[in-house]
């Protein structure tokens, strides 16, 4: 008797337990198309701005390049240039052809120097984005050695060890009245990729992983970020490793690697920044959501500026 009224009273409880649900509908509202604008000022390579329209996230679509637009780009106040739409603009050959493109061959810029991108489209509100060239940094290797490295990718997903190098550097800072923005990588020539491949690269130093959020010194990535706060009277002395890369099947490989660290603005940094949180989280559900990083004015998007010191490793 006592268990039928023990399930009599859990089926009452459930009863009640679903009666006191509703389906509540949540409107998602449209959201008014952005121009989304994205380009990378460089102080040797030509200038392209990439156009583009924003969508809402109930769509489904894939955003709309835009190529009858209208971009232009100041220096203090005076117009520079009004750059020309390109259509159908590969990044190499088997790639897909990417629209949206504006491009001026003969614009240059010069550190320290800000400009003004504005972008126009019939429809749409205006977008703006200014950026300030920083100032090519000055930078030294102090040493670079021969090491073994222990990589992932060993029997039974363990490790193994590959030859590698050791680069110890010196970046001083030529602008300290400002807070400084900087990129490490190590790069090298791949004529199979048509063009330079990153190399993934770990560190030592303890103030340089705990700014990238690395465990270790096999942690590794294709670049490192680095920035003024743990600089030492505006100087900053680091040390960085990577595994030599032998090249694959079908692939031709020059045994030359390149030093390089970029000086890039602030919002760039924390763009790239965004992005990698953005891929490190997707497809979780429980991981916080990253917000991409924009400085475009009334739009979405990123227009940043870098300037690079590059070496050729022994």
């Known amino acids: 008797m006592r268990n039928a009224i023990l399930v009599l009273s859990l089926f009452c409880f459930a009863i009640s337990l679903n009666s006191c649900t509703k389906d509540i509908d949540l409107p998602i509202p449209e959201t008014t198309p952005r121009l989304v604008m994205n380009g990378l000022i460089q102080l040797d390579s030509v200038l392209v701005l990439n156009l583009s329209s924003s969508i809402s996230a109930k769509s489904g679509n894939l955003p709309a390049y835009v190529n009858d637009g209208s971009v ?66 000055k930078v030294d290797t102090l040493c670079v050695d021969d090491v073994l490295l222990s990589v992932g990718g060993g029997f039974g997903g363990g490790s193994q060890t590959t030859d590698g190098k050791s680069i110890k550097f010196k970046i001083v800072d030529l602008d300290q009245n400002n807070k400084n923005y900087y990129l490490i990588r190590v790069s090298q020539f791949d004529s199979s990729f048509m063009g330079y491949l990153d190399a993934s690269i770990g560190t030592n130093n303890l103030n340089l992983q705990d700014l990238n959020g690395l465990q270790g010194a096999t942690e590794s990535s294709n670049k490192l970020y680095l920035n003024d706060a743990i600089f030492n009277n505006g100087t900053y002395e680091g040390e960085i490793h990577f595994a030599i890369y032998k090249g694959g099947w079908g692939s031709f490989v020059a045994g030359i690697y390149y030093l390089e660290v970029l000086s890039v603005t602030k919002d760039y940094y924390q763009y790239l920044q965004s992005v990698d949180s953005y891929w490190d989280t997707n497809g979780n559900p429980f991981a916080e959501p990253s917000q991409i990083t924009t400085n475009v004015t009334n739009g979405y998007g990123m227009i940043g500026a870098q300037v690079v010191k590059r070496f050729r490793l022994p």
């Open 72 to 137: 232009k780009v100041y220096e203090n106040g005076n117009l520079l240039s009004t750059l020309h739409y390109v259509p159908a603009l590969n990044s190499n050959p088997w790639s897909t052809p990417i629209e949206g493109n504006y491009v001026d061959s003969n614009l240059s810029f010069l550190p320290g120097h800000t400009y003004t991108v504005k972008a126009v489209k019939s429809g749409f509100a205006d977008v703006v984005a200014e950026v300030s060239v920083p100032i090519i940094p």
